[in-house]
């Protein structure tokens, strides 16, 4: 192996440092560079008829695959709008049947709480909806899932809230 190192060493330094042609190539360079581009009559049309051609194709065709494909992604995200719906639906429910065994609403602050759960629920509904009938928009996703998610919260932030017991014969 050291012998295969030794020789590529001696080749490396066998070979010449510089490579010059045969004949001097810049002044046959110079006169292309300084040459007007004259393009043929037949030369242009070809790439603007291949250009049209393809514009043609693509707005000819479009109108028939689009109704297609929206109609599937539109399916597809209906289906999966319902269930992410139905999900919420069982963990909220989940949610407020651990609330009654902690009576949170007599805590002073139950009302801001179940008035801010109320407008949250109020809102996703309309955002549903909307999103029922414009399913690709992504916006009103993310809108739809962080209402979800503050109710969720805001459920959960009510069932820490401080609960004032009332004494038995106490007057009201």
Do not use: C
């Not at 510089?18 to 009559?41: G, N, V």
């Amino acid at each position: 192996m050291a012998n295969n190192s030794n020789q590529l060493a001696q080749l490396i330094d066998d070979a010449p440092k510089e490579m010059t042609p045969a004949e001097d190539l810049w002044p046959e360079i110079a006169r292309r560079l300084d040459a007007p581009t004259t393009a043929q009559p037949n030369q242009l049309w070809r790439p603007f008829a291949l250009v049209s051609l393809l514009l043609l194709a693509l707005l000819i065709g479009k109108p028939f695959l689009t109704p297609e494909i929206a109609a599937q992604n539109h399916d597809a995200l209906l289906a999966t709008l319902a269930v992410i719906n139905t999900q919420h639906q069982q963990q909220v429910t989940e949610l407020a049947q651990q609330a009654t065994h902690v009576d949170w609403q007599i805590s002073p602050y139950g009302q801001p709480v179940e008035n801010g759960i109320k407008q949250l629920k109020d809102a996703a509904k309309q955002i549903y909806q909307n999103l029922q009938l414009n399913p690709t928009d992504k916006q009103l996703w993310q809108l739809w899932l962080w209402t979800q998610q503050r109710e969720i919260e805001l459920i959960k932030q009510g069932q820490n809230l401080p609960v004032i017991q009332h004494k038995a014969g106490e007057i009201i």
